[in-house]
């Protein structure tokens, strides 16, 4: 069965950083490609970036509204997806979603909250 | 970016009743859309991918049609455990995006 599971969220003030892990489990993580989604409050939801297998290159691709400011890696060895949001706004506050690359399986998520 | 727009943004509905729920991209998608039901507190449950094909283990009340534009997902015998959220969501190109959502509740 596969599990996907959000941690590292938190209250951030404005300007700070974070950095949230989704560790995976029963599937091949190596050859999967692993996407952050993102729901603020009353929002959509909302594609924040993904990063590609190793076998398909790594490249990592990431929305506008994130670019510059958040840093998707992951470890292989470790069966771990990570974003690193740095410089946070309080319209990065969310619950925050890692999902498989074909978005058949979800996290349960984990809330940030940008706030002073 | 690829703007998506669903419509109704809410409907009450009965048990038992047949409901359909549009979505509608700016530009051609060919097929590349998803369907997702999400309850308050829980993570986007996949319905339909391809625009038409049922993800493993959806029931067969639920149905998906339409390409290029315009979409719908039907769900022809609505159970209490249907009351959800929907949303689109078009993959054709980056980044991918969501719709509105439709919130299905009871009458």
């Known amino acids: 069965e596969v599990f996907l599971v959000e941690s590292g969220g938190g209250l951030v003030r404005p300007g700070g950083s974070l950095r949230l892990s989704c560790a995976a489990s029963g599937f091949t993580f190596t050859n999967a490609w692993m996407t952050w989604v993102r729901q603020g409050p009353g929002k959509r939801l909302e594609w924040i970036g993904r990063i590609k297998s190793a076998s398909d290159g790594g490249t990592i691709d990431y929305a506008a509204s994130v670019k510059d400011r958040f840093v998707i890696s992951r470890d292989d060895s470790k069966n771990t997806l990570y974003l690193q949001m740095n410089s946070l706004q309080t319209d990065d506050t969310a619950v925050y979603f890692c999902?498989?690359?074909?978005?058949?399986?979800w996290g349960q998520g984990t809330q940030v909250t940008v706030s002073s | 970016d690829i703007q998506m727009t669903q419509s109704p943004s809410s409907l009450s509905a009965s048990i038992g009743d047949r409901v359909t729920i549009t979505c509608q991209a700016s530009?051609?998608?060919?097929?590349?859309l998803n369907w997702f039901q999400q309850k308050p507190g829980e993570a986007p449950k996949l319905l339909i991918y391809d625009a038409s094909k049922l993800e493993r283990g959806v029931p067969l009340t639920f149905s998906g049609s339409g390409s290029g534009t315009n979409f719908s997902l039907t769900i022809s015998n609505l159970r209490p455990e249907d009351l959800a959220t929907y949303y689109c969501q078009q993959y054709d190109d980056l980044p991918p995006t969501f719709g509105p959502g439709t919130k299905v509740d009871l009458k």
């Open positions: 530009q051609d998608i060919t097929n590349y």
């Open positions: 999902t498989e690359g074909s978005f058949d399986f």
